[in-house]
């Protein structure tokens, strides 16, 4: 069989693209051929060594990272229905044994022997040509998601379920903490709901690009009106930005962390129970990647304006050091098209 290329963090600091043994369809799986790959947050961890699974012993280099994309089956294992091939898909990143506790309850992604594509146990990202995927974690994409939208699926099912838990209604208002990628999904879902959504920010660049959006009320710590909270989003990952939310909330109501910052974040927990505020924390995009798809194909949010960039594999390394394009402008999302002929690097992203 004919080599993958793949992208593969060899130890911090250092990646390859390097020609890999092409994955299999074993019982129940597919292979799918990877049209559009998003770079985040957790992959340049793995790259400055800096990821907490390194140091737990859940994951080791080498790891070929990759956890958000789209693309079409192209061959089954045994077991699979016939009509998955061909069919344009995305999946899920946690992969649980679908026979504990947990996942029998509907609770796969919090599995105890999980695998995490890209990320926990060793199971190949999804930065390169192919990828191997458990047909029961897949999800078919309708013809009106494109590429580059079914790779934001993934963090878009993470906003959706930090929406959820922030239990907001049509006219309230959401304060979101960060306009990363994350967090400006929050916000375009909630605004899609008829939520009245503000962010707080600090780099002109990421508040002006929210902006653009069409968000108004984007502010900084130190201008931050005095107005009534009705939810919190903490989508940060600053390590003292938690204990803002829980102080910027309203009494009775909620506030969600979905960001996790390199150090441990303070909460007091005598403010929580005083306050009678509800806290969530929301780990994976797992129960929420249905209705992102949902969101895309009903037109109510296109994510696509995140996407600064679509690069190819040999340009991953750059990406994770940080080195942008200035002409990408401030759009929080690099996606990655790992096939050979891939388009010149450039702002914005296609199908």
């Not at 019982?27 to 400055?48: H, I, K, L």
């Amino acid at each position: 069989m004919v080599d993958v290329r793949a992208f593969v963090i060899t130890g911090p600091g250092r990646g390859e693209v390097a020609d890999v043994e092409p994955p299999r369809a074993g019982p129940g799986d597919v292979v799918v051929d990877v049209e559009r790959a998003g770079v985040c947050g957790t992959d340049a961890e793995f790259f400055s060594g800096e990821m907490a699974y390194l140091h737990s012993g859940e994951a080791a280099y080498p790891i070929r990272i990759g956890h958000e994309w789209s693309g079409t089956v192209v061959s089954l294992g045994d077991g699979v229905d016939a009509g998955w091939r061909g069919r344009r898909v995305t999946g899920d990143t946690m992969l649980g044994c679908g026979t504990c506790e947990r996942c029998v309850g509907g609770r796969a992604h919090l599995c105890r022997d999980r695998f995490e594509i890209g990320i926990r146990g060793g199971w190949p990202g999804a930065l390169a040509e192919q990828l191997a995927v458990p047909v029961r974690f897949l999800h078919a994409l309708p013809p009106s998601v494109d590429a580059a939208s079914g790779a934001l699926v993934e963090p878009a099912g993470n906003a959706l379920r930090a929406v959820s838990a922030a239990a907001v209604e049509p006219g309230e208002r959401l304060l979101v903490l960060g306009p990363g990628a994350i967090g400006l999904l929050a916000a375009l879902i909630a605004r899609a709901q008829g939520v009245e959504v503000h962010l707080l920010g600090r780099s002109e660049a990421s508040m002006g690009f929210a902006r653009s959006l069409g968000f108004g009320d984007v502010w900084t710590a130190d201008d931050l009106p005095r107005l009534r909270w009705d939810a919190v989003i903490d989508a940060s990952g600053a390590p003292d930005l938690p204990a803002l939310a829980l102080d910027l909330v309203e009494p009775g109501r909620r506030v969600v962390y979905i960001g996790l910052a390199g150090a441990p974040s303070l909460v007091d927990s005598r403010s929580l129970a005083l306050k009678d505020v509800t806290a969530v924390g929301v780990l994976s995009a797992s129960p929420g990647l249905r209705g992102a798809i949902e969101l895309f194909a009903s037109g109510a949010v296109d994510p696509r304006r995140l996407v600064a960039a679509t690069v190819g594999l040999e340009d991953v390394a750059a990406v994770l050091c940080g080195e942008r394009d200035p002409a990408w402008g401030a759009a929080p999302k690099v996606h990655v098209d790992p096939r050979p002929a891939v388009a010149p690097a450039g702002p914005g992203a296609v199908g």
